[in-house]
Nanobody, 123 residues
């Protein structure tokens, strides 16, 4: 069993930056793919970014490509999402997730989920 806790959300103006962190506990996640998803009110939870267990592979939604960067520090059992050039449409609750697979990008492949952290981007 893996517990995930996100932090780093908040209010930022359009064009600004935030860095989200996801701290894992209960098990090492060094063999797990990790991902970030987001959900705006009234919308489906959607894929944002994922990273392979080693950190060697990454994948991004087209909507964030070039603006967001996912990274991980397996020694710290932590995953990050650096968000730059934020837009109002990035406003959502952001969730960290872990997959038992070594790489995954689809929601159903992620087995463990954090509680979410709110990101609000003002225009």
């Amino acid at each position: 069993q893996v517990q995930l806790v996100e932090s780093g959300g908040g209010l930022v103006q359009a064009g600004g930056s935030l860095r989200l962190s996801c701290a894992a506990s209960g098990r090492t996640v060094s063999t797990y793919a990790m991902g970030w998803f987001r959900q705006a009110p009234g919308k489906e939870r959607e894929f944002v970014a994922a990273i392979s267990s080693s950190g060697g592979l990454t994948g991004y939604a087209d909507s964030v490509k070039g603006r967001f960067t996912i990274s991980r520090d397996n020694a710290k059992n932590t995953v990050y999402l650096q968000m730059n050039s934020l837009k109002p449409e990035d406003t959502a609750v952001y969730y960290c997730a872990a997959s038992r697979l070594s790489m995954a990008t689809i929601k159903s492949a992620f087995h463990y989920w954090g509680q979410g952290t709110q990101v609000t981007v003002s225009s």
